[in-house]
């Protein structure tokens, strides 16, 4: 499959002189996890801010409220052409670390392809050749976690610190599940106007997500993710949590 069948066209664009809030509003408006910046002046470099680069902000003590888009994007990001495997825009997307392509086409941007698309197209086709590849082959088991009474200040700078769009929040009581929370919910109270400094984590649980088994196959996470329009499964035996798996360690499985 090519980049053009995945990718989507309709992409958001915000300006650079935007505050980070009114960004992140339209971000979650439209449910996506990036946005294009408006090239100010006509001509000038291409931009994207995406949900990661808020979440930095809030990790470094910033005011979203009173910070714009022209100081936290990220300028002249990888581009993809319409034309490129989906092997090619994932490979792209492990070497940096990221999860969004602007897909340019003759000097214009017609649309944006991020990991979430790759793994659904990649669940029609691709996954059956994983079906026999299980998750603790892929899983991440360096958890981060945090307690639940944390602020969401704390919680972005522990994710940020250890490179991941999640953490494990410790359980309500021994032997009860853990919830988790991710940079989507950090990107909801920004779009929110709250003060992470005074939130707490447990007010802002993952409502999306699900538990899986070490021994469920990277399909059966894929599609779980995809249903549920989440990124990240805790992954528990019969000791408790032992792992978390994401989109993009599903993408660097596949691709290996």
């Not at 960004?23 to 990661?52: K, Y």
């Not at 050749?129 to 981060?144: G, H, P, S, T």
């Not at 929110?192 to 021994?215: I, N, Q, Y």
């Amino acid at each position: 499959m090519r980049v053009s069948d995945a990718m989507t066209p309709d992409v958001l664009t915000v300006a650079r002189d935007e505050t980070i809030v009114e960004a992140a509003r339209r971000m979650i408006e439209r449910w996506v996890g990036s946005a294009i910046v408006d090239p100010d002046p006509p001509g000038s470099s291409l931009g994207i801010i995406t949900e990661r680069d808020i979440l930095g902000l809030v990790a470094a003590g910033r005011d979203p409220s009173t910070g714009h888009v022209a100081d936290y994007f990220t300028p002249d990001p990888i581009c993809a052409r319409p034309d490129w495997s989906l092997e090619h825009a994932a490979e792209a997307m492990t070497a940096g670390g990221f999860r969004h392509l602007v897909v340019i086409d003759q000097d214009r941007v017609v649309g944006i392809v991020s990991i979430r698309d790759i793994v659904r197209a990649w669940t029609k086709g691709r996954a059956r050749q994983a079906v026999a590849v299980q998750i603790r082959e892929a899983m991440n088991r360096d958890l981060v976690t945090i307690g639940r009474k944390a602020t969401l200040r704390e919680a972005a700078r522990r994710m940020v610190e250890r490179r991941t769009g999640a953490a494990i929040v410790e359980s309500r009581r021994p032997n009860s599940p853990p919830g988790i929370i991710t940079d989507r919910e950090l990107l909801e109270t920004v779009a929110a106007g709250t003060d992470p400094d005074k939130e707490r984590v447990v007010d802002h649980l993952s409502a999306g997500m699900t538990f899986s088994a070490p021994d469920w196959s990277l399909k059966q996470a894929a599609e779980a993710m995809t249903g549920g329009g989440f990124q990240h499964v805790v992954v528990v035996d019969a000791r408790g949590t032992v792992g978390i798996i994401s989109m993009s360690d599903i993408i660097r499985r596949w691709i290996d």
